[in-house]
């Protein structure tokens, strides 16, 4: 059997710092003295994939040469999603008399992609992608989130169509010890991820698998991880969610069993239930057994019985699954303890800082209608006043400061403090506009 050596983060507290994201909205698209593209200050230089809403692409930071996956999203493409069919996300799911409720922020394309933006900037472990920035290009259709870069990609390209080349069971063993850390990393978070599938499952240099694409994601109020609608992947999605009227369904069990049809990907290279259309397909992964070969360890026979059992409320649980003698190796290669994988304690996501996630585009408005208004007021009186207005406002729209409300007031306060003598009228005109 192949042996795979094991990251040492496997025996170590994962990070403790909370992630900072910074967000500019001044994003500028041009090429540099070679013809090559350039985003701010990334070199792009070569996709790396296609997604729903666009594609990622290789980029090197031209100022440190470090290399990051730039993952692009067509605003259009979001709104239409958005406008279509009401695409819920994480923060819907939190209960109360303004869940669902319209937002007039829809039209705002960083509101689009703010749920992901909010929980990967609370989320620090070494199983989850790291986000570092965010930019939109205000003139064009796209709007960009600057990831690390994990070189070897995607875990397994494996569809319905498609067969893989299987791993050794050592080396699935090992990415799906991987696999739990992340995931019970998020459900101690209350997050679940909805979408866990070998796309969403990219690898380092150093062979760590980092769970990636939180766009379906859900977070709770503490342990109710109940949700009422489906989202995923059809192949990967769990028997409750293949009904029409499912009630409200756990989203931690859905997320084990995606984790179990993942790693049957794995193990045998396709997918336990292969229909040609969803229809069919619902139905065989609501009925059928999981097909396994004849001499399929029997660890890993009660493994599969487990996981992928129809009724979730007889599915294995995750403190179970990371204790079966399969994923231990009969207990020769023990888990680190949920303790010390899940460290890293999450706060509570107040409304204000899902609101906070980042400066909408209204504000920057508002401030550089602001500032052009003081602009106007001061050309009379003080040169130098103008240039303190272009600096405020820069220091509002720099993508150097950590994302939070904090400092999304103190740039709104920092150009406010200069505009104490534009009238009241060029104030409520501001106010109007913005």
Request: net charge negative; proline share 4%; hydrophobic share 35%.
């Amino acid at each position: 059997m192949e042996s795979v050596a094991e990251p040492s983060h496997h025996s170590s507290t994962p990070h403790t710092n909370p992630r900072r994201v910074s967000l500019d909205f001044m994003a500028f698209v041009g090429e540099n003295q070679k013809g090559e593209l350039c985003l701010n200050n990334y070199v792009l230089k070569q996709e790396l994939g296609q997604g729903a809403f666009g594609r990622v692409v290789l980029a090197e930071d031209k100022n440190s040469d470090k290399r990051y996956a730039i993952k692009e999203f067509s605003k259009s493409r979001l709104r239409r999603v958005h406008s279509g069919r009401g695409r819920r996300r994480g923060w819907r799911a939190l209960r109360g008399p303004s869940a669902g409720a319209a937002n007039p922020e829809t039209n705002n394309p960083l509101y689009l992609v703010r749920d992901e933006v909010a929980i990967l900037k609370k989320l620090s472990h070494p199983n989850i992608v790291r986000l570092f920035e965010v930019l939109d290009d205000a003139n064009g259709d796209s709007l960009y989130m600057v990831f690390e870069l994990c070189e070897k990609g995607v875990l397994m390209n494996v569809n319905i169509v498609k067969k893989a080349k299987p791993f050794t069971e050592d080396k699935a063993r090992y990415y799906f010890r991987e696999m739990i850390l992340g995931v019970e990393y998020l459900h101690s978070n209350d997050i679940v991820h909805r979408d866990i599938k070998p796309d969403n499952l990219l690898l380092s240099s150093d062979e760590t698998l980092k769970i990636v694409d939180f766009g379906v994601s859900e977070i709770f109020a503490e342990g109710n991880d109940k949700m009422l609608k489906s989202a995923g992947s059809p192949a990967f999605m769990a028997p409750e969610l293949c009904e029409s009227r499912h009630g409200e369904i756990s989203g931690k069990a859905t997320d084990i069993w995606s984790m179990g049809v993942t790693l049957y990907c794995m193990l045998f290279g396709t997918l336990p239930f292969v229909k040609d259309n969803v229809v069919e397909l619902y139905d065989s992964i609501k009925n059928d057994e999981t097909p396994l070969p004849e001499t399929t360890d029997p660890r890993l026979k009660d493994l599969f019985k487990k996981v992928l059992a129809k009724k979730p409320s007889e599915r294995i649980t995750m403190q179970e699954l990371r204790e079966h003698p399969w994923v231990t190796n009969d207990g020769t290669e023990p888990m680190i303890t949920s303790e010390e994988n899940c460290a890293a304690v999450v706060d509570e996501i107040t409304d204000d800082e899902r609101q906070a996630a980042f400066m909408t585009m209204s504000n920057i408005a508002m401030v550089m209608k602001a500032v052009a208004a003081f602009k106007r007021r001061s050309m009379t009186h003080h040169n130098t006043t103008e240039t303190a207005g272009r600096s405020s406002l820069y220091a509002v729209a720099s993508a150097t400061a950590p994302v939070s409300e904090s400092h999304v007031n103190a740039g709104v306060d920092s150009v406010t403090e200069g505009m104490q003598n534009v009238s009241m009228n060029d104030k409520a005109t501001v106010q109007q506009q913005g």
